[in-house]
């Protein structure tokens, strides 16, 4: 079993800057994905980032909306994910959660991602 805990979100302006965090504990594999999904109100949740590693390789995918904004990275010797987030728009407004998948594979499906975080809300003011 894997546990991940969010934390970072809070309320910013629009232009403004945000880390999120994603400590990660419990079962370890050698081949792990890890992303950051979002969800506004009354919407369907959304891939923002993922990043796969391997003991050599290293690999992140983003979504379009938020390429060239948003940077994933890891902290091997924290059990930690952040994603980066900067140029903030109001649209990125939602509940930001961290996932995990035993594969070398992302999938911008939430259904195919084994372990979830519980949130952290991110709020984007105009």
């Known amino acids: 079993q894997v546990q991940l805990v969010e934390s970072g979100g809070g309320l910013v302006q629009a232009g403004d800057s945000l880390r999120l965090s994603c400590a990660a504990s419990?079962?370890?594999?050698?081949?792990?994905?890890m992303g950051w999904f979002r969800q506004a109100p009354g919407k369907e949740r959304e891939f923002v980032a993922a990043?796969?590693?391997?003991?050599?390789?290293?690999?992140?995918n983003y979504a379009d909306s938020v390429k060239g904004r948003f940077t994933i990275s890891r902290d091997n010797n924290k059990n930690t994910v952040y994603l980066q987030m900067s140029s903030l728009k109001p649209e990125d407004t939602a509940l930001y959660y961290c996932?995990?998948?035993?594969?070398?594979?992302?999938?911008?499906?939430?259904?195919?991602?084994?372990?979830w975080g519980q949130g952290t809300q991110v709020t984007v003011s105009s």
């Open positions: 996932a995990a998948r035993p594969s070398l594979r992302y999938t911008t499906t939430a259904g195919g991602w084994d372990y």
């Open positions: 419990g079962r370890t594999f050698s081949s792990t994905t």
């Open positions: 990043i796969s590693w391997t003991w050599t390789t290293t690999r992140t």
